[in-house]
C-alpha cells in the first residue's frame, strides 16, 4: 500500500537546504495523529506558490523540524481568475463555502455584511471569525493540493463593496435572469455575488445590476446560500476555466 505523503502549510520562511520548525499545530499533527518519525517525506508549502519536498528531520512534542529539498514551482491554479462575495451566513454554513469553493478553484473571497445577514460580527469577534476562516483555506489547500492560498478580504458592509466592485464579468444570484452563461464572451476573471439565507434584497439586487453585475439565474429551482456558490463555481469552471 503506497502512503500519501502529508502536505503542510507553513508560515516559515522557504529556502532549498534549509532546516524549519513547523508550528504547533502540525507538528502535533505530525506527531501524533500520523506517528510520524525522522526521515518520513513532506510536502511544505508556505500559500505564495510551489511546493518544496522535504523530510522530517526531528520530531518533538511541540515542535517538529523539517529538512527542505527541491522547490517544485507547480500550480494547480484554474486559468479563469474568480472572486466569490457572499452574505455571512449562520452556523457552520460559511465554513462548509470556504472549504468546497477553494476545491473549486476560487482565487479571492469577500465575506459581506448584507440586508438580511443575521450573523452580528465586529471588533475583536471579527477579527478571531476571520483568522479562522484564514486557517480553514490553508488547512483545505492541503487536501486539495493547491499552493496557493485564496485571498481573504476583511469582511465589509455590502453598500462598500458594491461601491467598488471587482474588475472582470461580474454576476448576482438572479432568479428573473433567463439569459445562459454561453452567451457571454469567455472573460479572465469572473466575480459572483451571493446573499445570505433569504437571499440579497430587491434593493441590493438593483445596486448591484446599476454597478454591472449581470443577474444569473441557475435552474428553476432555488438553491441555499452554501448550494448556489458551488454549483456557479462549477458552471464557470466548466464553461471558462479547467474542468
Known amino acids: 500500500m503506497i502512503m500519501r ?23 502535533r499533527h505530525l506527531n501524533k495523529a500520523l506517528r510520524m518519525e525522522a526521515g518520513r517525506e513532506l510536502i511544505i508549502f508556505d500559500g505564495q506558490g510551489g511546493e518544496y519536498q522535504a523530510i522530517i528531520h526531528e520530531v518533538g512534542k511541540k515542535v517538529t523540524r523539517v529538512k527542505l529539498l527541491a522547490h517544485d514551482n507547480i500550480e494547480r491554479e484554474s486559468p479563469l481568475y474568480t472572486h466569490l462575495a457572499i452574505g455571512i451566513s449562520r452556523g457552520d454554513k460559511m465554513d462548509w463555502v470556504l472549504q468546497k469553493a477553494t476545491e473549486l478553484g476560487i482565487n479571492e473571497i469577500t465575506p459581506l455584511f448584507c440586508e438580511r445577514t443575521e450573523v452580528r460580527l465586529s471588533g475583536s469577534r471579527l477579527e478571531k471569525k476571520q483568522q479562522q476562516w484564514q486557517k480553514l483555506l490553508q488547512s483545505c489547500c492541503e487536501q486539495c493540493q493547491r499552493n496557493t492560498v485564496p485571498t481573504l478580504n476583511t469582511a465589509v458592509n455590502f453598500e462598500k463593496f458594491i461601491n467598488e466592485p471587482p474588475s472582470g464579468l461580474n454576476f448576482v444570484l438572479h432568479h428573473r435572469s433567463e439569459k445562459p452563461l454561453s452567451d457571454h464572451n469567455a472573460p479572465t476573471s469572473c466575480g459572483l455575488l451571493i446573499g445570505p439565507e433569504g437571499g440579497l434584497s430587491a434593493k441590493e439586487i438593483e445596486l448591484a445590476q ?34
Open 5 to 27: 505523503i502529508p502536505r503542510i502549510f507553513t508560515s516559515a520562511p522557504l529556502a532549498c537546504d534549509r532546516i524549519i520548525e513547523l508550528e504547533e499545530a502540525p507538528s
Open 210 to 243: 446599476n454597478a454591472n453585475f449581470e443577474p444569473l439565474r441557475i435552474g428553476p429551482r432555488v438553491m441555499r446560500t452554501e448550494t448556489a456558490p458551488l454549483a456557479a463555481l462549477s458552471l464557470l469552471q466548466q464553461l471558462w476555466g479547467d474542468f
